[in-house]
Nanobody
Framework: QVQVVESGGGLVQAGESLKLSCTAS????????FNWYRQAPGKQRELVAS???????HYADSVKGRFLISREAIKNTVSLRMNMLKPEDTAVYYC??????????????WGQGTQVTVSS
């Protein structure tokens, strides 16, 4: 079994910063990528940022230059540092982990989501 848990959401004002963390635990053979998605009310879930096992990162155009995904010192943990937050960043943020549970098995695992609300 694999668990993915996010933390760090909350309510901030526009222009402020917030840091989300995501930790994967359980029967992990290897982590291929971590991805942060978000879903605002009435909108589709969108990919915000990702990091693969080699450290390569990708960002949605809407967050480039403001958000930073990085590995943490804690094992199997990544963070999403969100700076200069805007009201349109308000959403539930989900961590997704692409994990190999054995040499032959690979699957996607999702966290429960954490709410980020940015007031104007």
């Amino acid at each position: 079994q694999v668990q993915v848990v996010e933390s760090g959401g909350g309510l901030v004002q526009a222009g402020e910063s917030l840091k989300l963390s995501c930790t994967a635990s359980g029967s992990i053979f290897g982590i291929n990528a971590f991805n942060w998605y978000r879903q605002a009310p009435g909108k589709q879930r969108e990919l915000v940022a990702s990091m693969n096992s080699g450290g390569s990162t990708h960002y949605a155009d809407s967050v480039k230059g403001r958000f930073l995904i990085s590995r943490e010192a804690i094992k199997n943990t990544v963070s999403l540092r969100m700076n200069m937050l805007k009201p349109e960043d308000t959403a539930v943020y989900y961590c997704n982990a692409d994990i190999s549970t054995s040499y032959y098995a690979r699957d996607q695992f999702w966290g429960q989501g954490t709410q980020v609300t940015v007031s104007s």
